[in-house]
């Protein structure tokens, strides 16, 4: 199985700024995700990070408002851009090749 | 849209019985079904991943799958209280684009 980190593991931020997350694979991984997962729920997808092409999003996320990189097989980036309060949340970064594994998720509070 | 069910729970048995995991989901089309484990403040853990019909053992886990059924669940034997977590049922169709369920609270009582 694959080991994934994500920087930061946590952060407090204010209304109006942006926060970048970022994901490390230890291997190459053909699919790699983004989720978010508000208290006592289930993951909700936000999107699919596409190797050297624009992401994939799921309904009700939009890529002004989650920008997403992914420049190589074992990386990828997720912006949060323009946070309010609703943003507080946990965002989770996975990696797949046939099975789907998950970062430590980095947990976000806006103020 | 593509649907995972599964009961919130909480889901309690004492030490040492079997618990017993349950999830139905809406496409027909699925072709994995997975199992995870996530400790309350924590990220998901992969327990169980099962791809044709019939049970899949795994120490102690069991995963089921029944397609004609749509149904997929997962036995745990001789649960501890460190079993004590939420179960999330996922299904995936191609792409490994998954869809959870809610999960299943499960508490093992010593």
């Known amino acids: 199985s694959a080991v994934i980190s994500q920087k930061p593991s946590r952060d407090i931020c204010q209304r109006g700024t942006s926060l970048t997350i970022q994901c490390q694979v230890d291997?190459?991984?053909?699919?790699m995700f983004w989720y978010r997962q508000q208290p006592g729920q289930s993951l909700t997808l936000i999107a699919t990070?596409?190797?050297?092409?624009?992401?994939?999003?799921e309904s009700g996320f939009v890529i002004d408002k989650f920008p997403i990189s992914r420049p190589n097989l074992t990386f990828s980036t997720l912006t949060v851009s323009n946070m309010s309060p609703e943003d507080s949340s946990i965002y989770l970064c996975?990696?797949?090749?046939?099975?789907?594994?998950f970062g430590p998720g980095t947990r976000l509070t806006v103020l | 849209q593509k649907e995972v069910e599964q009961n919130s729970g909480p889901l309690s048995v004492p030490e040492g019985a079997i618990a017993s995991l349950n999830c139905t989901y809406s496409d027909r089309g699925s072709q994995s079904f997975f199992w995870y484990r996530q400790y309350s403040g924590k990220s998901p853990e992969l327990i169980m991943s099962i791809y044709s019909n019939g049970d899949k053992e795994d120490g102690r886990f069991t995963a089921q799958l029944n397609k004609a059924s749509q149904y997929v669940s997962l036995l745990i034997r001789d649960s501890q209280p460190s079993d004590s977590a939420t179960y999330l049922c996922?299904?995936?169709?191609?792409?490994?684009?998954?869809?959870f369920g809610i999960g299943t609270k499960l508490q093992v009582i010593p």
């Open positions: 291997s190459q991984v053909t699919m």
């Open positions: 996922a299904v995936a169709g191609g792409y490994q684009k998954v869809t």
């Open positions: 990070a596409n190797q050297g092409s624009e992401a994939t999003y």
């Open positions: 996975s990696g797949a090749n046939n099975e789907q594994f």
